[in-house]
């Protein structure tokens, strides 16, 4: 997210017809609007906004590295996540990296991501583990990232798990 004001001392190169704002510069792109999420052929994420609500505007940033195209069903993609800070990112595997990470198909991370905003929200599905939720969390969100099972294997495996300590 970028200041609000960044409009005010820059024309924008392009008007949507919902009426967003682009600034471009060779690093990447400015947008300035009311909705996020899925833009045409864009998916845009605003990030380090504490009440989010859709149809206010916030001006937003993202390198043109940051791009990548939608309908990928390759597994190039990873998923970052900021346990304490409660946030999830989609990054695209850099072939320079050394790390191995989990790798899936842009939409498996996206559905990962949603899962894993979830469980940050909703803190109904920890009351059945006597477990503090953040240990739960963390390890949960750490499994997520690194599987391909489902949140609802995740969540019996941890189950047992717990019950099978002395």
């Keep these: 997210m970028i200041q609000k004001d960044f409009f005010k ?3 924008a190169h392009y008007k949507s017809k ?3 704002l682009y600034y471009y510069t060779k690093e990447g792109v400015y947008r300035y609007s009311n ?3 899925r833009v045409a ?10 009440d989010y609500k859709n149809q206010n505007y916030y001006v937003g940033y993202a390198n043109w590295e940051d791009f990548f195209k939608l309908n990928s ?10 346990i304490e800070k409660g946030i999830s990112k989609i990054l695209k595997e850099n072939k320079s990296d050394n790390d191995s ?3 899936m198909s842009l939409e ?3 559905k990962r991501q949603k899962e894993i905003k979830s469980l940050f929200k909703n803190y109904k599905w920890a009351k059945y583990y006597n477990e503090d939720i953040n240990v739960l969390r963390s390890d949960l969100i750490k499994k997520l990232i690194n599987s391909n099972k489902t949140l609802q294997e995740l969540k019996l495996n941890l189950k047992k798990s717990l019950f099978e300590k002395p």
């Design 41 to 50: 052929n864009c998916r845009w994420s605003i990030e380090e906004i504490e």
């Design 108 to 110: 498996f991370a996206f």
């Design 9 to 11: 001392e820059k024309s």
């Design 73 to 82: 069903v390759e597994k190039v993609f990873y998923l970052k996540v900021d």
């Design 18 to 20: 919902s009426g967003s």
């Design 35 to 37: 909705h996020w999420g």
């Design 101 to 103: 990470k989990y790798l």
